[in-house]
């Protein structure tokens, strides 16, 4: 059974950093990718960025330079380090896993869709 556990949000200035980590249980990280979401009030997830479990990353336009995935693959987890974060990064963030890492494919592949979601963290950039 797949366990997701997000932590590291809070509520940050506009220019601040924050780290989000996430270990994911039960999660075969040999292939695939570990996956970050948001969620914006009121909007659809948004997929943001994955990471491949031979450390291969994409970043989705809105984050390219700002944000960084990374992933623990002895420990299953996915962090996010978000710098230089902006008032319309605020949302919940997810993680998941996925089969392929490509973006577009994830996009393809699932549409959003996935078994299970963690409960999110929470973030808040106030400006």
């Known amino acids: 059974q797949v366990r997701l556990v997000e932590s590291g949000g809070g509520l940050v200035q506009a220019g601040g950093s924050l780290r989000l980590s996430c270990p994911a249980s039960?999660?075969?990280?040999?292939?695939?990718?570990l996956v970050w979401y948001l969620q914006a009030p009121g909007m659809q997830r948004e997929l943001l960025a994955a990471?491949?479990?031979?450390?291969?990353?994409n970043y989705a336009d809105s984050v390219k330079g700002r944000f960084t995935i990374s992933t623990d693959n002895a420990k299953n987890t996915v962090y996010l380090q978000m710098n230089s974060l902006k008032p319309e990064d605020t949302a919940v963030y997810y993680c998941?896993?996925?089969?392929?890492?490509?973006?577009?494919?994830?996009?393809?592949?699932?549409?959003?869709?996935?078994?299970?979601w963690g409960q999110g963290t929470q973030v808040t950039v106030s400006s």
């Open positions: 998941n896993s996925a089969t392929v890492w490509e973006l577009h494919r994830i996009v393809a592949a699932y549409s959003g869709v996935y078994d299970s």
């Open positions: 039960g999660v075969i990280f040999s292939t695939g990718a």
């Open positions: 990471s491949s479990s031979a450390g291969i990353t």
